[in-house]
């Protein structure tokens, strides 16, 4: 079932949105060579705490930390560690926070130091692909445009999108209907609707789509040891131009 916000859910939804960005922000702040991942993730938990909110990923379905810190080759779902941060990685960052029962969701990948012309590319790619899609957020589309839109601009580039995993809604819980793929035909699927969250979320790699998930049943890395990047947004459709609120 697809759950359609009303004013006052979109209300919370927002300042959840806030507090998502504003972490992100910190981090952007604050990330260099030569800092752990956990500490990262606890500056963001610390953050987030003193805004009333939870973060959303902490012991959900079992997942240990606030934020989900993927470098390099890692696409989704690292958890944070006593892992060193390097010149020239790259760090995808996924966060999500809860305030009065809403949840938002946004992801960054950033740049450490110097990083290569490559993978900058691949950064910049990867977050325009989304703007390209959010072009299609829109009502009487179907989440098939969003999905076409982000394949069609990715692939054009030479990369590839990860098909393993997808967006999804969001609202009152942090998965929610319907599931919005980074690839797809145009025309097809749900139709989108005025009130609808949906966090969408380009993963593309800099080679293969193919994806492993390491022992520790979270971690999803490129399977032939490419680059990922990630960037990801929670959008509210409305009658006009969709909103985003992790901006």
């Not at 810190?69 to 760090?91: A, F, L, R, T």
């Not at 949840?103 to 692909?129: C, M, P, W, Y």
């Not at 990715?154 to 590839?160: I, L, Q, T």
């Not at 490419?226 to 947004?233: G, Q, R, T």
């Amino acid at each position: 079932m697809i759950y359609i916000k009303n004013d006052d859910d979109i209300f919370l939804m927002k300042k959840a949105g806030h507090i998502v960005r504003d972490t992100l922000n910190l981090i952007k702040s604050i990330i260099k060579p030569g800092i752990s991942t956990n500490y990262l993730d606890c500056e963001a938990e610390k953050y987030i705490l003193s805004c009333g909110a939870k973060p959303s990923f902490k012991g959900y379905y079992g997942f240990p930390s606030t934020l989900c810190i993927s470098i390099n080759n890692e696409v989704i779902h690292g958890i944070p560690s006593d892992k060193i941060i390097k010149d020239g990685d790259i760090v995808s960052v996924d966060c999500g926070a809860n305030i009065h029962g809403f949840h938002a969701d946004a992801a960054r990948t950033f740049s450490v130091g110097r990083i290569s012309e490559e993978a900058d590319n691949l950064i910049k790619v990867t977050e325009q692909s989304f703007f390209e899609a959010i072009k299609y957020a829109r009502e009487l589309n179907t989440i098939g445009d969003i999905s076409f839109a982000i394949q069609n601009y990715v692939e054009s580039h030479g990369y590839s999108v990860v098909k393993a995993f997808t967006g999804h809604g969001i609202g009152k819980d942090l998965h929610e209907s319907p599931e919005v793929p980074n690839f797809g035909r145009k025309s097809s699927g749900i139709m989108i609707r005025k009130g609808m969250a949906l966090a969408i979320e380009p993963m593309v790699n800099m080679g293969s789509e193919h994806i492993n998930v390491l022992d520790d049943n979270w971690t999803v890395i490129t399977r032939d040891g490419s680059l990922s990047a990630h960037y990801e947004n929670t959008v509210i459709i409305t009658s006009d131009e969709p909103e985003i609120i992790t901006l």
